[in-house]
């Protein structure tokens, strides 16, 4: 069987998801993987076939989305190029994690695909929103990499489609501990936005991770780390709490390992809206923003003693026998008319 696995490269979840599934999936046949978009500061340790440039968002120094800058990027004639030249039609199977190129090349040449990931979660209405839609958001969420088939993944089975989320096998091996330290990777928040902050709630540590670092060092009680898997992983094994974004992988994981969370869900991402939305219910703090204006609710997060909920980790190979199963029939595809 051949397979083409396409990852989606607008953050660090896709590539570390990626790694995790690929030894499974090459138990089924010969995997081509596609790289897709440029945000990613993790590399990709595992074989790429092809790269596109794809659809990337980028973001405002303070923890917003930068619309202006995303807005310049796009280009619908690369795009459709991008589509045309991805030969999807010799694969027996095409597994989207929410690329657009890959979504849209299956549409033009009428071939079946499943979007497997985070975002599949979405096409069902049970999974959480925030308190107000946001129909925009709704529609990229729905629209931006279409599929004949979703699989998704998110912190709770919320319907009979979707899946606990892929953790990693250093973690589900893992003896975590607490060294006191607080664990934070905000990747939409430059150095200058919070290090004041965190310095003032010394002598508490933060082991800070940051895609403008390239060597770990120490300035008073904040710890600098490049964005790496490795430095990554042992940090929030062994911290107290982690301060994230509204992403899935990274919160999926600070619950695995039953850490305290802190949420700061990207302003204006939608996604991570709904995220923090689905964290809420299940008791996690969510911040709109880290300022000095909101410092002080901060610094209660901090002292407050929050015992993390459980959560469930993937069966790998059941929820690919899952994919392999469903009816991928290029026969009559009226999903794409």
Not at 83 to 94: C, F, G, Q, S, T
Request: aromatic fraction near 12%; charge should be positive.
């Amino acid at each position: 069987m051949k397979i083409l696995y396409s990852v989606q490269a607008t953050g660090n979840g896709h590539i570390s998801r990626a790694h995790q599934l690929y030894p499974y999936l090459c138990q089924q046949g010969k995997v081509d993987i596609l790289l897709s978009g440029s945000n990613a500061t993790l590399n990709m340790d595992i074989p790429v076939k092809y790269t596109a440039q794809g659809m990337s968002l980028f973001y405002s120094q303070c923890g917003g989305l930068d619309y202006l800058k995303t807005l310049k990027a796009f280009n619908y004639n690369r795009i459709m190029m991008e589509a045309r030249n991805l030969p999807v039609e010799k694969y027996d199977l095409i597994i989207n994690d929410f690329d657009h190129i890959t979504a849209r090349a299956c549409k033009l040449k009428k071939v079946p695909s499943v979007q497997f990931g985070h975002q599949g979660s979405f096409m069902s209405e049970l999974t959480p929103r925030p308190l107000k839609k946001n129909y925009a958001g709704e529609w990229v969420l729905k629209k931006y990499a279409p599929a004949t088939h979703y699989v998704g993944l998110h912190f709770e089975r919320y319907d009979k489609f979707i899946f606990p989320p892929v953790i990693k096998d250093i973690f589900l091996t893992a003896a975590p501990a607490d060294h006191g330290h607080i664990t934070v990777y905000l990747p939409s928040y430059d150095k200058v936005c919070l290090e004041t902050i965190f310095r003032q709630a010394a002598p508490l540590e933060f082991h800070w991770f940051i895609k403008d670092i390239h060597e770990p060092f120490r300035d008073g009680n904040i710890h600098y780390f490049p964005v790496n898997q490795k430095y990554f992983n042992e940090s929030l094994i062994y911290c107290h709490g982690l301060i994230t974004g509204g992403g899935f992988e990274t919160p999926a994981e600070a619950l695995y390992l039953k850490k305290k969370l802190l949420t700061i869900p990207i302003n204006g991402q939608y996604e991570q809206q709904c995220n923090a939305a689905a964290l809420e219910k299940m008791g996690i703090q969510k911040m709109e923003i880290l300022d000095h204006k909101t410092k002080e609710l901060f610094y209660q997060w901090l002292k407050t003693d929050i015992k993390s909920p459980v959560i469930e980790a993937n069966d790998i190979p059941a929820t690919i026998q899952y994919i392999m199963q469903l009816d991928l029939s290029r026969n009559g595809n009226a999903l794409f008319a």
